[in-house]
């Protein structure tokens, strides 16, 4: 194994997608609790993050669980000192969660925050933190309060900016303290290929106009929580995030190539130039032009985003695309994308290309581009596991880490300071992108299937054991 760097090594889940509750303890109907599950089929997955307002109302008039899976996600509202003992004993240094917005806000409007999200909450990073791990913490993971989205039009409405800091404040006044990095926003990007995701958007108002003034009040909301976050726990690392697709040129055509070129730029750095340099890339300009859109950016905006950079870089990275002028290819999902198929690479489950090369070209990408450390926030296997007598056995899985990381010490070798890595969905979680609870990425096996039927009890697969003894001895080589 190659002596590289001591990084820190951690695991996460979303607060919509693992903890359920969504009535209890006074929290608020949100984005997410809204997304049916559809059973898969080519074209499931994109069905699920275009919802109409059609879609909403069926969902509101639904009092239970019924086919909406975040609902009841991993039950982590019943399980929490479980689960984060399960987290202690595998032995990661760092666990990314993120907090429900709705939970603290039920309406998103509200002047005071309820009560009883910030008892849930405060025992949360309690917990953790007494568990030994450090908090990373995701402010903002998708799911937006309903209420916003249909009385103000979601980000679109500048408002949002203001709720956001009375969030953000809330925040960082009771749990500053514990908070070692954070994220304003998860993919930010994701706005741009998933709407109703990333910034609250019903199918009727996806207008290109829309949705990048949307990302700019929250680009805008991001600096500001940083502002606050210097203010309040000036010991908190601050970061931006997207989600990475690592696009290589079909063919070796110029055209293709300048395809790669331009895809890389609109689906992902034009979100990292803004969050980490300060200001619009030049090339955003032609984008604009083109597609006919316009933006409102007020001085103080860009003040604001000059002043406020993040001090990390992180990404999501599941798998690479193609990129290419022609459009006759064989299609294949990916994470919020669907790409050109790649014949070079194998595909898991769900056809998401594994490409652990990938990983490390875009870690080199990432920090050139950049110059700040990088954090490989998400990245794991979606698979099949198959429960028999308590048991797990997951090779597959165990597999992908490994050359994974065998990549990540490589690109610590090619010089790029990475701080660390989080794999995603560490106990098993719903799919944020299909919906399903039978997309499993964690080591931790939750006992429940597509509809919400099961104990909901806690097993550990093969590769936790894999995980914990990597990170142990990963660690005695820098000891």
Known sequence: M?????????????????????K?????????????????????????????????DEAKKCEGIGHYPFRQGSDGYHHIDEDIALLKELGIDI?????????????????????????????????????????????????????????????????????????????????????DYFLPFNEINAGYFSP???VGLVKEKDQQTLVFQSLHHQFVASAKTIKIAKKLSPKSQSGCMVACFCYYPLTSTPEDNLKAVRDEEIHQWFA???????HYPSYMDRFFRENDIHLTITEEDSELLKKYTCDFVSFSYYSSSIATCKEDGQQTAGNLVVSTKNPHLKASDWGWQIDPVGLRIMLNKMYDRTQKPVFICENGLGAHDIMEDGLIHDPYRIDYLEQHFKQIDEAIDDGVDVIGYIMWGVIDIVSAGSCEM?????????????????TYKRYKKDSFKWYHDFIENKHKQFN
């Open 95 to 179: 666990y990314r969660f993120s907090i429900s917005w709705a939970r603290l806000y039920p309406q998103g409007d509200e002047e005071t925050p309820n009560e009883e999200g910030i008892k849930f909450y405060d025992h949360i990073f309690k917990e953790v933190h007494k568990a030994g791990m450090k908090i990373f913490l995701t402010m903002n993971h998708y799911a937006v309060p309903l209420y916003l989205v249909e009385h103000y039009g979601g980000w679109t409405n500048r408002k949002l900016i203001e709720f956001y800091e009375r969030f953000a404040t809330v925040v960082f006044e009771n749990w500053g303290e514990y908070i």
């Open 196 to 198: 109703y995701n990333g």
């Open 272 to 278: 990292v130039d803004i969050l980490a340099n300060g």
């Open 438 to 454: 039978e997309k499993r990425y964690g080591v931790v096996y939750v006992d429940a299937n597509n509809l919400g039927q099961g």
């Open 2 to 22: 190659k002596k590289t760097k001591d990084i820190l090594w951690g695991g996460a889940t979303a607060s919509s997608q693992y903890e359920g509750g969504y």
């Open 24 to 56: 209890e303890g006074g929290k608020g109907l949100d984005t997410q609790d809204c997304r049916p599950y559809l059973k898969r089929t080519s074209d499931a997955t994109t069905s699920t993050r275009l919802l109409t307002q059609d879609i909403i």
